[in-house]
């Protein structure tokens, strides 16, 4: 990523800085590993097709939404608020964004410990059993803070132009992996049903009894996924240029990572048809069907393996990277610390947080049976309240501020400036349709989907 430390407020070097840089963010474990056992648990193809109306619909004006409030103040989340409308109880989205982007960053760093393990355990030649290897209590905390020590150490660092080089590399060649495996997993004997269950919807789930259940978590997946309603758009789009345009930049990054997410989805449900797995066997779906699928592959499946957990663990990096950012850059502006200071505190936080997480998959037992809100064991509980609710409750918050407090004729102006064809063509503009988006479409949906969830 082309941008100097947040200390001197520096700004992304190019366009193609910040669209490698905000993918960075959006492709990561969200792709890979939540949007296959998400698709899992909620049905399959039907899942699939709410998914991409909510990214399309709810997902992208909500994306170019928070880039307008970052580059119109300048601001981290907390500031960006106080800076566009002074004095409204709306500052509290921004404190909601810092706690999320930090409680998210502390159980995503476990999962991420988990690949870095796995990528080690292939690269040895030893083939890992998913329940006994999360059973382990002290290895699972040695990953959670290895990979969150990486975090910190590029964090700190102010985020370097290295990154930005290697993501040119290593991200291309995580999609060409991805399609080896796909390759290999649709060719698998019975992996036609697979392909079926992934395509063809079956819409009555949607008017079933769980279409509530399954709606939420298809929107809580598009905000996670596109890394929208946690503040990272707003400190990223506060690191923007005027002369940017911060609508195609959007949309690009948009598409890579549904594009991402939907070949994730094709490496891993054929397989699990092919290999009689369940679909709906929730995290640890990724981490015991792509073995089977590298076992699969005589003399290379080892390498494949290695590469791919590897390139995993940077693509999760990219991501923990940006979620930690969104802490520091409050810090920074708000309370004049050093960043290597508030990289470290914060870091350190996030590690103490992480371990009930790290150990509520078999290792302690209370952590593990824990039930609450229909989800069973720490991590999941942690991961519905606040990668599912809050990241939702925050993006209703974001639309209703810039639709009815902040307006979005601010928002437009601010759009505008770089992206010349965004308010051009009268009553027709792009600007009209994503303002009623903005306005009605996105608080009107989203409330709806929460209302039905929590309160029906
Ligand atoms: N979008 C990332 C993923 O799909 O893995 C997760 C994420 C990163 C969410 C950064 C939010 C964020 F601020």
């Known amino acids: 990523m082309s941008m100097q430390s947040t200390e001197e407020r520096g700004y992304w070097g190019s366009r193609l800085g910040f669209i490698l840089a905000a993918s960075g963010s959006a492709v990561g474990l969200g792709n890979i590993w939540r949007f296959p056992?998400?698709?899992?648990?909620?049905?399959?193809?039907?899942?699939?097709?709410?998914?991409?109306m909510c990214v399309i619909l709810i997902g992208l004006p909500l994306l170019i939404n928070e880039l307008a409030?970052?580059?119109?103040?300048?601001?981290?989340p907390v500031g960006a608020f106080r800076a566009t409308m002074p004095g409204t109880p709306f500052v509290l989205t921004g404190f909601l964004c810092v706690i999320l982007c930090f409680v998210v960053l502390s159980y995503y760093s476990v999962v991420a410990g988990w690949t870095l393990g796995y990528a080690v355990s292939s690269a040895m030649g030893k083939s890992l059993v998913f329940e006994d290897f999360v059973r382990n209590p002290l290895y699972m905390i040695l990953l959670l803070?290895?990979?969150l020590v990486f975090t910190i150490l590029i964090v700190q660092a102010g985020v370097q132009k290295g990154i930005e080089r290697w993501s040119k590399i290593l991200m291309p060649l995580l999609l060409v992996l991805v399609i080896v495996i796909i390759a290999r997993s649709i060719t698998l004997s019975g992996a036609m049903e697979g392909v079926v269950y992934y395509l063809k919807p079956d819409f009555s789930i949607i008017s079933g009894d769980k279409a509530g259940d399954m709606v939420l978590a298809a929107l809580g997946q598009a905000f996670f996924s596109l890394s929208v309603g946690w503040g990272l758009m707003i400190t990223y789009g506060s690191y923007m240029p005027k002369g940017q345009n911060m609508v195609t930049g959007g949309v690009w990054v948009a598409f890579t990572d549904s594009l991402v997410a939907i070949l994730g989805g094709f490496m891993i449900f054929p397989a699990v048809f092919a290999f009689g797995m369940e679909p709906d066997s929730g995290s640890k779906l990724v981490f015991e069907t792509l073995p089977a699928v590298f076992a699969q592959m005589p003399a290379v499946g080892g390498l494949v393996a290695t590469i791919f957990f590897f390139l995993l663990s940077l693509a999760a990096l990219t991501s923990s990277i940006s979620m930690l950012e969104v802490p520091i850059s409050y810090i920074l502006d708000e309370k004049k610390a050093s960043r290597k200071a508030a990289s470290w505190i914060v870091g350190v936080f996030a590690f103490l947080v992480g371990i009930p997480c790290a150990l509520s998959h078999g290792s302690v037992g209370f952590l593990t049976e824990l039930e609450l809100f229909g989800k069973t064991g720490f991590m999941d509980i942690i991961d519905f309240v606040f990668g599912?609710?809050?990241?939702?409750?925050?993006?209703?918050?974001?639309?209703?501020y810039v639709g009815w407090i902040w307006k979005t004729k601010n928002a437009v102006q601010e759009i505008a400036v770089g992206s010349p064809g965004f308010a051009k063509g009268g009553g027709f503009s792009l600007s009209v349709v994503w303002s009623f988006f903005v306005k009605f479409v996105c608080p009107v949906v989203i409330g709806y989907v929460l209302y039905t969830k929590l309160w029906s």
């Open 145 to 147: 803070g290895v990979f």
């Open 37 to 52: 056992y998400m698709t899992g648990e909620n049905g399959g193809a039907a899942f699939v097709f709410v998914y991409l």
């Open 388 to 400: 599912q609710i809050l990241v939702v409750v925050i993006s209703l918050l974001c639309s209703i």
């Open 69 to 76: 409030l970052g580059r119109a103040s300048g601001k981290n």
